[in-house]
């Protein structure tokens, strides 16, 4: 809607104040870069980002296409053809070749889709910079959430065409408003309960015969149903003979580890609680070897100012991919199989 390609069934599109919403594509001040990046493969680079100053019959572009090759670092590589680069060289040629025209919005529809994850974070950091020089506002769709959180300034989070919630990544991140957002944006572990009172600033609510406290300012239910959240590297992980370390005022519980997962800069475990559910945790390598087993009693701790809680309304499952539903499914299925054969 924004570059132009679908009408909006209500509202109008503003860009800078001025309406725009029956405007069309060629006429608006957008340019998009698309995640294929569209390079025509007979052109050189030179020629690539000079298309669209060709077009509107400016015939001296030299000054301004060079400028802009030397903005993403391709300099020398002018007289090169689009096949002669590599996949981030090619993504950074589609951005001059937008920026060029001088849009006031640049639409990137997934323009990292198709790199590898070594090559797409340095072009996370390549792309925040050219954006920082040129001052254009970029609308970034993509769907992977730590891409977003790194890139942007404003992140909305959407349901179904709806925006569910907008904001500075961080405050995203650290107290999302809805389960899909808390789910969507990140990890989280969500424990269904009930408001049973306050104390203080802090809403109480009791979960599974547990009683956590949440901030009165981070909790977000309409209603006496509340979902606790609480992310998995905010979670500190004990032996269960360690239980009397827990700082006094932290929500805690206890459980047993059922999983170990070692990635390098953080250990995963996964904790089975009382009343069954596994919950995530995220610990950092700071002492090498010393981790929990599979198997070993533990006791989770954290402090309610790292709390959210959450309307249920939508189920606890919101925002999770389908996918990973049906897997979780399936392993709690053959668990009980397990247990019963």
């Given amino acids: 809607m924004v570059a132009g390609l679908e009408d909006p069934t209500d509202g109008s ?18 340019n998009t870069v698309f995640q294929s990046y569209a390079l025509f493969p007979h052109l050189d ?79 996370q950091i390549e792309l925040k910079r050219i954006q920082v020089d040129v ?21 909305a989070v959407m349901n179904a065409g709806r925006i569910e919630q ?26 269904k309960g009930r408001r049973s ?23 977000f239910a309409s209603g006496t149903d509340t979902i606790v959240g609480v992310r998995p590297e905010k979670i ?3 032996d269960a003979v360690d239980r009397d370390r827990v700082p006094e005022g932290n929500n805690r519980l206890e459980g047993r580890v059922t999983d170990v997962s070692y ?17 995530i945790v995220f610990e950092q390598n700071v002492v090498v070897g010393d981790r929990c087993d599979v198997g070993d009693p533990v006791v989770l701790h954290w402090s309610p100012s790292h709390t959210f809680g959450l309307d249920p309304a939508t189920g606890p499952t919101a925002g999770l991919d389908p996918e990973v539903i049906e897997a979780e499914r399936v392993n709690a299925r053959l668990l009980t199989d397990a247990a019963e054969g």
Avoid at 263 to 279: D, F, K, M, P, R
């Fill in 197 to 219: 009172g306050t104390a203080g600033e802090q809403a109480l609510v009791e979960c599974f015969g547990l009683t956590f406290a949440v901030p009165s300012d981070r909790c």
């Fill in 135 to 155: 001052g254009t506002t970029f609308v970034h769709v993509t769907h992977d959430q730590e891409e977003a959180m790194t890139m942007a300034d404003t992140v």
């Fill in 13 to 30: 599109i503003l860009i800078g104040g001025k309406d725009i919403t029956r405007l069309r594509a060629f006429e608006r001040p957008v």
């Fill in 263 to 279: 990635t390098g800069v953080s250990t995963q475990y996964l904790v089975e609680t009382a009343w069954g559910q596994e919950l």
């Fill in 45 to 123: 680079i030179f020629e690539n980002v000079a298309f669209g100053m060709r077009r509107r019959g400016i015939k001296d572009v030299r000054k301004q296409v060079e400028a802009m090759l030397e903005l993403v670092e391709l300099g020398p590589m002018a007289r090169r053809k689009p096949a002669q680069l590599s996949g981030g060289q090619q993504q950074r040629v589609a951005v001059a070749r937008a920026l060029i025209n001088q849009p006031d919005v640049l639409l990137l529809d997934e323009p990292l889709g198709a790199l590898d994850l070594k090559l797409r974070r340095q072009m």
């Fill in 236 to 238: 500190t992980i004990l």
């Fill in 166 to 191: 907008l904001g500075h990544p961080a405050d995203i991140y650290e107290t999302p408003r809805t389960v899909f957002v808390a789910n969507f944006l990140g990890q989280s572990n969500l424990i």
